[in-house]
């Protein structure tokens, strides 16, 4: 069965794209295998020139592929833009630090020379969702890249003309072939990729399933893997917050990516002396939030990725809303063409109820009231999953307690939470582990090779 690449807004089929054979995944495994062969070799300088040369070429073509991504996956048109941009900004970021990065450490000890080496370690299968269609693998890809290993990209179904636009980028930009390869492949397949010999290493981003099904996989056949796997990251208000700043970031935050991004605030968190002004002030923001056709530059939130994901975030609010949670704003999809579900907000939510219990992947909010910041602290960490977090407060005490204390990878203060290349980005409990980015990420997928000189 080809992968269908639909447009959410329209419902209208936009291409096909066939699924590779078992021969022509086996060539592709081949040629990735002999490709790291020499691409380990070249020097940082060749690796940096090819890589700046990509962001180049994206950069040139910042309309062209912004509009692939919104027509596949219904992402704001300005929203997909940005996400080029954001890729391009660390294509050249990782182009230069790889080398600071990645070089070796002298370690004193009695030898006459000792320390330790960062060594590429080969092919690395890389299993992407569909939310960031290029940024959530050039996240992975370039440092993965730079550190001297190739990548075997297997893309969500549903975003084929985004996964074969950043393969054709790379050989553009003068990556040898092999380096880059994307595959179109059924779920079955994954299996036997990860357990080739050529395949060195495996990182997921997606569901906490899909990543326990990977991670069992790459264990039984002794495979390095990383997984970022989502979460329900809480938006804690504190006593000092400035909401001017607040609500309107706790908006952008929640219907970022059409609500669709692991790290946007899902769930609410606020000290009760803030609660009524927050709540009364947030609903009135997102029952404003513009919606629409994303490829109008003037609207903020488009349909979701498909069927399936409208019909599940319904069932989601609407049973949690029968189990007697509170609707302020939204709470039922649009009737229109395309799957639009509007910004929502709920409050009173049962903890036994769908939405206090499981992430909701679209633009609804869950408001929580608690007494004080510990025991919001407490509420945020109330959760199997831990990858993101932030604290709104002008107080650093009350800042600096919430960083220490949320049980999260990724803890931000007064700012929405994002990934960003200077800093490691993961998770924690369910979300899953490893890291990508920074330095911390460009050496998940080597060999920490220790040496002596005696």
Not at 393 to 406: H, L, N, P, R
Request: net charge negative.
């Amino acid at each position: 069965m080809p992968f269908i690449s639909i447009n959410p807004a329209t419902e209208e089929i936009i291409a096909e794209y066939p699924v590779a054979t078992p021969s022509e995944i086996d060539a592709a495994l081949d040629r990735a295998h002999h490709a790291f062969a020499s691409w380990r070799t070249t020097s940082y300088g060749e690796r940096a020139h090819v890589m700046v040369r990509a962001a180049e070429l994206l950069e040139g073509e910042v309309p062209v592929i912004a509009a692939l991504m919104t027509s596949e996956m219904g992402k704001s048109f300005n929203a997909a833009r940005g996400e080029v941009v954001k890729c391009a900004l660390t294509m050249r970021y990782v182009a230069e630090h790889a080398e600071e990065y990645l070089a070796t450490q002298m370690i004193a000890t009695s030898g006459s020379r000792s320390g330790v080496r960062f060594d590429p370690v080969g092919a690395i299968l890389a299993i992407m969702p569909w939310n960031f269609p290029l940024w959530q693998v050039v996240r992975f890809a370039a440092p993965t890249l730079m550190a001297g290993n190739v990548v075997v990209v297997k893309h969500a179904p549903n975003v084929p003309g985004s996964a074969q636009y950043l393969a054709d980028l790379f050989l553009r930009a003068g990556f040898p072939e092999g380096v880059v390869t994307n595959l179109f492949v059924e779920v079955e397949s994954i299996s036997g990729i990860i357990a080739d010999p050529r395949i060195a290493g495996v990182t997921l981003t997606g569901s906490e399933r899909a990543g326990r099904a990977v991670a069992e996989i790459a264990g039984r056949h002794l495979k390095k893997c990383v997984l970022e796997l989502g979460g329900s990251d809480a938006f804690v208000v504190g006593a000092h917050a400035d909401l001017d700043l607040a609500v309107p970031m706790a908006v952008t935050a929640r219907v970022q990516n059409n609500g669709q991004a692991c790290i946007a605030a899902k769930r609410f968190i606020v000290v009760r002396e803030r609660a009524d002004e927050f709540l009364e002030r947030f609903s009135a923001a997102m029952a404003a939030v513009p919606t629409g056709d994303p490829m109008d530059p003037e609207v903020v939130l488009g349909p979701l990725v498909s069927r399936a994901q409208l019909d599940l975030l319904n069932d989601q609010v609407s049973s949690s809303v029968a189990a007697g949670a509170t609707v302020h704003v939204g709470g039922t999809p649009l009737a229109r063409d395309g799957f639009f579900y509007p910004a929502t907000v709920l409050s009173a939510v049962p903890s036994t109820s769908r939405a206090a219990l499981e992430e909701l992947f679209g633009p609804v909010a869950t408001v929580y009231v608690v007494d004080d910041l510990a025991a919001a602290i407490d509420l945020a960490n109330d959760t199997p999953w831990g990858l993101g977090g932030s604290i709104w407060s002008t107080d650093d005490t009350e800042i600096d307690q919430a960083i220490a204390g949320i049980d999260a990878g990724v803890v931000f203060a007064n700012a929405m939470v994002a990934s960003m290349p200077e800093l490691p980005f993961g998770g924690t409990k369910n979300s899953g582990f490893g890291r990508e980015l920074s330095s911390f990420g460009m050496r998940e997928f080597t060999n920490v090779k220790s040496f002596f000189v005696a």
